[in-house]
T-cell receptor
Framework: AQSVTQLDSHVSVSEGTPVLLRCNYS??????LFWYVQHPNKGLQLLLK??????LVKGINGFEAEFKKSETSFHLTKPSAHMSDAAEYFC??????????????FGRGTSLIVHP | KAGVTQTPRYLIKTRGQQVTLSCSPI?????VSWYQQTPGQGLQFLFE???????NKGNFPGRFSGRQFSNSRSEMNVSTLELGDSALYLC?????????????FGPGTRLTVL
């Protein structure tokens, strides 16, 4: 069975400082991992995804994430936060189910607050 | 390509009524998934359709049902609405069913049950 744990429900940073959103997963096979962002009253937008190629994945808007199999982590980072980064972020794991299909599992989300 | 579209964007219903939500996937995408998003439960998977067949189903009561048409458009139906069904319902499409296939989300339908 697969699961995702986003370790912080809220993260607060000042504009211009680094962002770290933490995600740990459990998976039986070789998962694909995703980060999505959701701005208020909007749908989810893909930031980046890991699919067993390079372990350091670069996404849109300056975000990147590193897949660490030994730590079962896929933390999202950004060197310098911008006010427009304030949103809800979701970590997602997609792995093979017992029936052979793949169902994405979403974390509970981390709310990123950016102070001026 | 046009993105995933959902109609209507907002709905207000009363308890006991039923509702149908619609989702048009990105052109060429054959898989459509539905999610319920609430502040208390987060994002919960409802079901996924691929080539008009339900392939996966989440842990929701039978009042929640769906279908997919030959053009990959999908509808979701909720019968005998309850107050707890108030939520943002998100539709997502992807090309196939592989773990690497990215889901693209629509803007959602905000359902309020009074």
């Amino acid at each position: 069975a697969q699961s995702v744990t986003q370790l912080d429900s809220h993260v607060s940073v000042s504009e211009g400082t680094p962002v770290l959103l933490r995600c740990n997963y459990s998976s039986s096979y070789s998962p694909s991992l995703f980060w999505y962002v959701q701005h208020p009253n909007k749908g989810l937008q893909l930031l980046l995804k890991y699919t067993s190629a390079a372990t350091l994945v670069k996404g849109i808007n300056g975000f990147e994430a590193e897949f660490k199999k030994s730590e079962t982590s896929f933390h999202l980072t950004k060197p310098s936060a911008h006010m427009s980064d304030a949103a809800e972020y979701f970590c997602v794991v997609s792995d093979r189910q017992s029936g052979g299909s793949y169902i994405p599992t979403f974390g509970r989300g981390t709310s990123l607050i950016v102070h001026p | 390509k046009a993105g995933v579209t959902q109609t209507p964007r907002y709905l207000i219903k009363t308890r006991g009524q039923q509702v149908t939500l619609s989702c048009s996937p990105i052109s060429g995408h054959r898989s459509v998934s539905w999610y319920q998003q609430t502040p208390g439960q987060g994002l919960q998977f409802l079901f996924e359709y691929f080539s008009e067949t339900q392939r996966n189903k989440g842990n929701f009561p039978g009042r929640f049902s769906g279908r997919q048409f030959s053009n990959s458009r999908s509808e979701m139906n909720v019968s005998t609405l309850e107050l707890g069904d108030s939520a943002l319902y998100l539709c997502a499409s992807r090309e196939g069913l592989r773990s690497t296939d990215t889901q693209y989300f629509g803007p959602g339908t905000r359902l309020t049950v009074l």
